[in-house]
Nanobody
Framework: QLQLVESGGGLVQPGGSLRLSCAVD?????????LGWFRQAPGKEREGISC????????NYSDSAKGRFTISRDNAKKMVYLQMDNLKPEDTAVYYC??????????????????WGKGTLVTVSA
């Protein structure tokens, strides 16, 4: 029912910044969905980074993301973004965007997401 495509990944030096984008293709208005960002490094479990409600009125972040990452959305453009600042080597991972069907960010690591993109690789290295 929904297709999500991430972009913007690449190589960045420690302390640098990167903005990830996710295009959401579906028949419903984007404000039907809560949207989230996740990441998975090789050999590690996928973790939730951030989630934003359907209206953009509330957002939450993992402890590792707080103060450095910012989630935002543009419902008219059907886009969700993750601004990443002060990147660290441990941020290296494949980053995924995802969407739910209820409009709110639920408890748990996946925030209740059910639709997932394919991911984009972010490498933080000197």
């Amino acid at each position: 029912q929904l297709q999500l495509v991430e972009s913007g990944g690449g190589l960045v030096q420690p302390g640098g910044s990167l903005r990830l984008s996710c295009a959401v293709d579906g028949s419903r208005r984007l404000d039907y969905y809560a949207l989230g960002w996740f990441r998975q490094a090789p050999g590690k479990e996928r973790e939730g980074i951030s989630c934003i409600s359907n209206s953009g009125g509330s957002a939450n972040y993992s402890d590792s993301a707080k103060g450095r990452f910012t989630i935002s959305r543009d419902n008219a453009k059907k886009m969700v973004y993750l601004q990443m600042d002060n990147l660290k080597p441990e941020d290296t991972a494949v980053y995924y965007c995802a969407a739910d069907g209820g409009g709110i960010c639920l408890p748990g690591w996946d925030y209740g997401m059910v639709y997932w993109g394919k991911g984009t690789l972010v490498t933080v290295s000197a």
